[in-house]
């Protein structure tokens, strides 16, 4: 795949991305999941030190100063939002900071939609913006969960699933996991719409638990070694 198939597919869906991905219950479920985790481990102190790579329309950028998207229209969206913010066009192999400037850089919903070469470059440009000891924290589909249930990809959208192992295999030479969870463990999307929040607290205890692996998404930290 193209990286500019992906790109031109995001500026197509710029203006609806918000409203059909995240405004409905089972949206709302994973943001709300999303959002704790990056409560805890990315936090809202020291933003000058925080990048979040293919911010899109800036779901996430509350919890960072600097955001990087390949997709001018997904980016003006998130101008729009946070016009305070240092937010550039441009894409996450080649971002143009300078060496070191980051202690945290995260990147959600991102590494799925890419290419493995393109991930390994990503991750290589990661570990040149990270400070020593800084975090790379992204998440991606659980190859494992893929595998149970079946699933295939269609297209481009989405195909990247990994597993741990993969996750090693890519980024061990630079980085060293420290930390990993999963997203969405139950069919949350096949209950009832009335009754999907309710099983908030069971989803989060199962997406940490010894089934984690199992969950529909995987996050994982990464330090630089
Ligand atoms: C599904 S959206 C996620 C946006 C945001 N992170 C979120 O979670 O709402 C994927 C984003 O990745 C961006 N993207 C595509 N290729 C990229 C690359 N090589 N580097 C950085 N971002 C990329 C797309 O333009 C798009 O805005």
Same mark, same amino acid.
């Given at each position: 795949m193209e990286n500019n198939e992906n790109v031109s597919y995001y500026n197509k869906i710029a203006k609806t991305?918000? *409203?059909s991905r995240f405004n409905n219950s089972y949206g709302a479920f994973i943001h709300r999941q999303e959002l704790a985790f990056l409560d805890k481990y990315v936090g809202k102190q020291d933003l000058s030190k925080h #990048?979040? =790579?293919g911010c899109g329309t800036g779901r996430f950028l509350d919890y960072a100063h600097y955001g990087i998207d390949p997709s001018d229209q997904m980016l003006a969206l998130a101008i729009k939002k946070h016009p305070e913010k240092e937010l550039k066009v441009t894409d996450g192999t080649a971002t143009g900071f300078t060496d070191q400037q980051f202690e945290k850089i995260y990147s959600f919903h991102v590494m799925m939609h890419l290419d493995r070469e393109v991930i390994r470059d990503i991750i !290589?440009? /990661?570990h040149r913006l990270l400070k020593p000891g800084g975090a790379l924290i992204f998440d991606y589909p659980s190859h494992k969960r +893929? +595998?149970?249930i079946h699933y295939n990809?269609? /297209?481009w959208h989405g195909a990247t699933s990994m597993d741990l192992k993969d996750i090693k295999k890519l980024t061990g030479e630079l980085f060293t996991v420290t930390y990993s969870r999963g997203f =969405?463990? =139950?069919p949350i999307h096949k209950f009832p719409i009335k009754? +999907? /929040?309710w099983f908030y607290g069971m989803d989060q205890l199962l997406? *940490? /638990?010894? #089934? !984690?692996y199992y969950s529909s998404y995987i996050a994982v930290i990464l330090k630089k070694k």
């Open positions: 991305y918000d *409203s #990048l979040d =790579l !290589k440009e /990661s +893929r +595998r149970l990809a269609a /297209s =969405l463990f =139950l009754i +999907r /929040s997406c *940490s /638990s010894f #089934l !984690k």
